[in-house]
């Protein structure tokens, strides 16, 4: 008979804890299986005595590429003799997220499926919810749910090989750490969106976002944001970047349809026209009541110094900062220059074409690279400093 109890940690006296302990006390335990998205040497510590005796039949499933998990945590397993596998969808936008905890031996076996995470607070000190569960495996129902819950977890390096990487090594550890995919718990936690640190080398990712079964709801749509005041001091400023990430900074104000080989400045083989180091900012996911084609020019970009086109009648040209993260790397603050279309005469307006024009210059040793197609560029603007403005392709 299966007993099934709710643990609600923080609010009860139990912990995850105690609860993950249960889960590998027993003694004739055949196989474990753990799977979370944040993995720290704290967490590893308080389960470590529980878990060592087992430790070499059983698998742990980890996050990485996310602001948690960490090099002296995945480590820590690794020293324990786990079959250890780091998770990367080589996405901010999507976050391996699953938290289990299961033995099983004989006929007994012990699941936690819940919100804690292997880190100190995930097993204490939070707020978490599990249901904590002890199986039957005589019972036809207890082995199918087992069975269910392995089989997916256990089946994820066959179904994503690339994104689902056996670790084998501490050196592979160092490396993933060298990529900006771990971090240091010795330093102080990185930002939202990670750029160098650490002397860490921190490239982007070369895999395309794991592809899943299912899709996310539709994101909302993105509304205009009308612009603070400028600061007239500031328009045309230093030439320093500014940190990127620190909460409330940027804004978004736009974000794109999937992007083309058009948008990228990539030439397309077969074709004989050339890229034009330029990306019109269309209509993207704005709502269809805004009009896209005044919206850059008289909201998003309304503070920057915008002037007469010197060699286009009916055109302004203005310049602005953007700072560029791609795949989740800090690759600094260009200056990239803007015309907008003011005329309403032309073929581009009748056919409800985008007026306002971002040219790439210097950007577009960036953004020409293949491996962006079909991902998604948002444009935020800062919060405080409506002149700065930050690119973001993931």
């Known amino acids: 008979m299966t007993l099934r109890r709710f643990l609600l940690q923080g609010v009860q006296d139990a912990t995850h804890a105690d609860a993950v302990g249960r889960v590998f006390a027993a003694d004739a335990i055949e196989r474990g299986l753990i799977s979370v998205a944040f993995v720290t040497r704290g967490g590893v510590d308080l389960i470590a005595g529980a878990l060592a005796p087992h430790a070499d039949r059983t698998t742990v499933f980890a996050g990485i590429r996310n602001p948690i998990t960490s090099i002296q945590g995945m480590r820590a397993l690794r020293g324990l003799g786990v079959r250890l596998y780091a998770v990367d ?15 099983s031996g004989g006929a007994r076996a012990r699941v936690v499926v819940g919100s804690a995470n292997l880190t100190r607070g995930g097993l204490g000190g939070n707020v978490e919810a599990s249901i904590v569960a002890d199986l039957d495996l005589t019972a036809a129902a207890d082995a199918a749910f087992l069975k269910e819950v392995s089989d997916a977890l256990l089946g994820m390096p066959t179904a994503h090989p690339e ?34 640190r650490g002397g860490a080398k921190r490239e982007g990712s070369a895999l395309k976002p794991i592809k899943l079964r299912t899709a996310a709801p539709g ?6 944001v009308a612009p603070p005041p400028p600061q007239a001091d500031e328009v045309g400023g230093d030439e320093t970047a500014p940190p990127v990430g620190a909460a409330g900074e940027f804004v978004p104000v736009w974000e794109s349809d999937p992007l083309t080989n058009r948008d990228l400045n990539i030439k397309q083989a077969g074709t004989s026209t050339n890229p034009t180091g330029s990306m019109g900012l269309k209509r993207g996911r704005l709502p269809k009541e805004v009009n896209f084609r005044r919206y850059f020019r008289d909201n998003v970009l309304a503070a920057l110094p915008w002037a007469t ?4 009648a009916g055109k302004e040209t203005t310049t602005g900062r953007f700072t560029f993260v791609i795949r989740g790397v800090n690759k600094g603050t260009l200056a990239l220059s803007i015309t907008h279309d003011n005329r309403t005469n032309t073929v581009m307006y009748q056919q409800n074409q985008f007026m306002t024009t971002l040219h790439w210059g210097q950007a577009r040793a960036l953004v020409a690279d293949a491996g962006l197609l079909e991902r998604t560029l948002t444009l935020y603007r800062g919060a405080a400093d409506p002149t700065r403005f930050l690119i973001e392709i993931d």
Request: without cysteine.
């Open 219 to 224: 994101r909302p749509k993105v509304p205009p």
């Open 309 to 312: 086109h010197p060699k286009e």
């Open 163 to 196: 994104h689902v990487i056996a670790v084998t090594s501490d050196e592979q550890l160092q490396e993933m750490f060298e990529q900006g995919r771990l971090i240091d718990e010795a330093l102080p936690p990185p930002p939202p969106i990670i750029g160098p």
């Open 89 to 103: 969808t080589a996405s901010p936008r999507i976050v391996f997220h699953p938290k289990v905890y299961a033995a």
